[in-house]
């Protein structure tokens, strides 16, 4: 059974940072590219960070100020968040897909997590 279990949001004042979990089991983690993703109302869900073997990608909007890291012996995963905006509210979850090319599109994740809710207040 694999399972995606992301925690570490939660409500912070703008400027402040939070660090993202996600946990991973049921697949070779090491073999997988994994991608942070968040999804506000009414919006598209978007790629903010990915990290394969090979590569790492970050969105416009989180360049300068989240980390993706991974961690394959504890097959997890982490979004490392400083210097958040009100902007950045949004559900984030984690999703992996085969191979070590990181794509935007949702459709090429093979596996989600159930998400983190992250709040920035003003």
């Known amino acids: 059974q694999v399972q995606l279990v992301e925690s570490g949001g939660g409500l912070v004042q703008a400027g402040g940072s939070l660090r993202l979990s996600c946990a991973v089991s049921?697949?070779?983690?090491?073999?997988?590219?994994m991608g942070w993703y968040r999804q506000a109302p009414g919006k598209e869900r978007e790629l903010v960070a990915g990290?394969?073997?090979?590569?790492?990608y970050y969105a416009d909007s989180a360049k300068g100020r989240f980390t993706i890291s991974r961690d394959n012996a504890k097959n997890t995963l982490y979004l490392q968040m400083n210097s958040l905006k009100p902007e950045d509210t949004a559900m984030y979850y984690c999703?992996?897909?085969?191979?070590?090319?990181?794509?935007?599109?949702?459709?090429?994740?093979?596996?989600w997590g159930q998400g983190t809710q992250v709040t920035v207040s003003s």
């Open positions: 999703a992996a897909k085969p191979g070590r090319h990181i794509v935007l599109s949702t459709t090429a994740y093979d596996y």
């Open positions: 990290i394969s073997s090979i590569t790492t």
């Open positions: 049921g697949i070779i983690f090491s073999s997988r590219a």
